[in-house]
T-cell receptor
Framework: DTGVSQDPRHKITKRGQNVTFRCDPI?????LYWYRQTLGQGPEFLTY????????KSRLLSDRFSAERPKGSFSTLEIQRTEQGDSAMYLC????????????????FGSGTRLTVV | QQPVQSPQAVILREGEDAVINCSSS?????VHWYRQKHGEAPVFLMI?????EQKGHEKISASFNEKKQQSSLYLTASQLSYSGTYFC????????????FGKGTKLSVKP
């Protein structure tokens, strides 16, 4: 297994455009997470999936953000009508969880997609 | 709720020790620790579970104090490779298990 893959690595877009990022988790991991990180800050939680079900979405997250994980495999994160404040590194992570509500396994992060909105 | 990490930054000479603390205002179920080097993704170091033992990774160990709702990361005889930003990520008793990371502690180890 090659770890968590994210595509693209870099994205430059004009304000107002829509962008979509893809994440391929480690195949046996049933949990997938999206985080956003800006310079000098810790990763900020956006949303997460258990298999194909989106279990939680940050209350701070704008309605312009949406994520899917069809069939419980790869996931996409879409940002509509991008704003300059959306510029950040978008990190995807996956983990194996044995089905209870608690996370007892570490996350494996992908290398991220760096979004620049101009 | 975001945990509070202290200190925000620390500079060490090779071979020196350091302690990084992570405090929560809510009851903890477990605490994750990650290290992120500049320009790279965070890397999982260890997880401390409620009622579990102190964990270790290389010469890095951690403890979990349930009563104080706090975890501490101990870096012993630091090496240059320990440089990076350390994040704690508590899992709270009532949450579904997603991590809310602290702001991080930047560790610089000098020769």
């Amino acid at each position: 297994d090659t770890g968590v893959s994210q595509d693209p690595r870099h994205k430059i877009t004009k304000r107002g455009q829509n962008v979509t990022f893809r994440c391929d988790p480690i195949s046996e991991h049933n949990r997938l997470y999206w985080y956003r990180q800006t310079l000098g800050q810790g990763p900020e939680f956006l949303t997460y999936f258990q298999n194909e079900a989106q279990l939680e979405k940050s209350r701070l997250l704008s309605d312009r953000f949406s994520a899917e994980r069809p069939k419980g495999s790869f996931s996409t994160l879409e940002i509509q009508r991008t704003e300059q404040g959306d510029s950040a590194m978008y990190l995807c992570a996956s983990s194996l969880d044995h089905g209870t509500a608690k996370t007892n396994y570490g996350y494996t992060f992908g290398s991220g997609t760096r979004l620049t909105v101009v | 709720q975001q945990p509070v990490q202290s200190p925000q930054a620390v500079i060490l000479r090779e071979g020196e020790d350091a302690v990084i603390n992570c405090s929560s205002s809510k009851a903890l179920y477990s605490v994750h620790w990650y290290r992120q080097k500049h320009g790279e993704a965070p890397v999982f170091l260890m997880i401390l579970l409620k009622g579990g033992e102190q964990k270790g990774h290389e010469k890095i160990s951690a403890s979990f104090n349930e009563k104080k709702q706090q975890s501490s990361l101990y870096l012993t005889a630091s090496q240059l490779s320990y440089s990076g930003t350390y994040f704690c990520g508590p899992v709270y008793g009532g949450s579904q298990g997603n991590l809310i990371f602290g702001k991080g502690t930047k560790l610089s180890v000098k020769p």
